[in-house]
Nanobody, 114 residues
Framework: VQLQASGGGLVQVGGSLRLSCAAS????????MGWYRQAPGEQRELVAR???????TYADAVKGRFTISRDNPKNTVHLLMTSLKSEDTAVYYC?????????WGQGTQVTVSS
């Protein structure tokens, strides 16, 4: 299984970005897809995740600003980030968890400049 993330980049404070992650290979259909981020010198933290049934979880820091969604037939997950803040600057990692495996993407840099 491979996870290919895209959509990172440089954006100004208050701007928006949309991250996408496509999973290829054989994945157990009952899974949780999500996004984590890691800023320099910080631990990796959960940003948002969505189950195959549609249940979502968001970090308090992004509630009301970020929206996670998924396309089950295409095994893709998206993260729409709005009202971006400088503290959202980090490397964002796509993640898929099944009952037996935990997959990570290669990370995509998001930089929010003031």
């Amino acid at each position: 299984v491979q996870l290919q993330a895209s959509g990172g980049g440089l954006v100004q404070v208050g701007g928006s970005l949309r991250l996408s992650c496509a999973a290829s290979g054989s994945i157990w259909p009952y899974n949780v897809m999500g996004w984590y981020r890691q800023a320099p010198g910080e631990q990796r933290e959960l940003v948002a995740r969505v189950s195959s049934g549609g249940s979502t979880t968001y970090a308090d820091a992004v509630k009301g600003r970020f929206t996670i969604s998924r396309d089950n037939p295409k095994n893709t997950v998206h993260l729409l980030m709005t009202s971006l803040k400088s503290e959202d600057t980090a490397v964002y990692y796509c993640n898929v968890v099944t009952y037996a495996n935990n997959y990570w993407g290669q990370g995509t840099q998001v930089t929010v400049s003031s």
